[in-house]
């Protein structure tokens, strides 16, 4: 507006209903003030500047680069390495040949090449330039040969089986009585009810959700007691009544169900037929 306009409306003495002729650039304005607002009407906003580094820093980041790859390669501890200079060292397993993501870098296809290529050697380090600017200093720790598992890597599964088979014979022999009310001061436990237990509802009382109970409950006839192995622990079950299910005279609603899931494995399909077939999987060669 013109200056005159804001001197005459915006100086304070001038109140609500004042009318006044006011002489601008443009002519002669008779000029009403109707209301005035005590809101200053001021505007907030957050304002960011992206900070990109400068050439001499960015040559002093791959300059510790260089001589941190340097220095794993002469054989000593990136661990140790990266504690002296606060830098994080992730570790990645299980990857596979063609897998693109490395945990805690993201997409990465040209690390996963380059652990998989013939000619690198176990220690063996690399230096790789991520897309952001960052670089990543990758030392190749071992490799996994196609069969069976060695003791090691094979130990950490199965012994939690075997530690879980071990305890369930232990409590089997602590079980004595020929009642469920002498089984279960035997082992000084009290006896619980679950209803309506069904494959679909295999939550339990005690333990929880245990579709191995569910499913094995419905061998036992009625009042026979029967001790079942579970995901979550030894039950010594009682079978006090069956409901027997109404007949279903059409089966479609299940039957579409069972379509459509089985539609959602092509996938699985497809590495079933991979791994009966002779086939060498090179995709890794061009990718």
Partial sequence: MAKEYNAYLFDKKNKTGKIKLVETSFGFHIIKID?????????????????????????????????????????????????????TVNTADNIQLLDENINGLGKQ???????????????????????????????????????????????????????????????HKKITG?????????????????????VSNANLKVGGRDLSVAGAL????????????????VYIVKVVKKNIPHEIKNFSTYSNTLTNKLKNRSAKVFDA????????????IFY
């Fill in 35 to 87: 209301e005035k607002k005590t809101d200053p009407g001021l505007k907030l906003a957050i304002v960011t500047h992206k900070i990109d580094p400068s050439e001499e820093t960015e040559s002093v980041i791959y300059q510790k680069a260089e001589t941190l790859a340097l220095d794993v390669t002469k054989g000593k501890n990136i661990a140790d390495l990266a504690k002296e200079q606060s830098i």
């Fill in 109 to 171: 296809r040209e690390i996963v090449k380059w652990s998989f290529n013939k000619d690198i050697k176990i220690g063996d380090v690399k230096r790789f330039d991520l897309d952001n600017g960052d670089y990543a200093i990758a030392v190749l720790k071992t490799r996994t040969k196609k069969g069976l598992l060695n003791i090691k890597e094979a130990k950490s599964k199965v012994e939690p089986i075997l530690k879980k088979k071990k305890k369930a014979a232990l409590i």
């Fill in 178 to 198: 020929t009642t469920l009310e002498e089984m279960a001061k035997s082992v000084n436990k009290s006896i619980s009810t679950a209803n309506e237990i069904s």
């Fill in 218 to 233: 419905l061998y036992v006839k009625e009042n026979d007691i029967k001790a079942i192995d579970g995901n979550n622990g």
């Fill in 273 to 284: 037929l991979k791994g009966h077939s002779e086939i060498e999987d090179n995709r890794s």
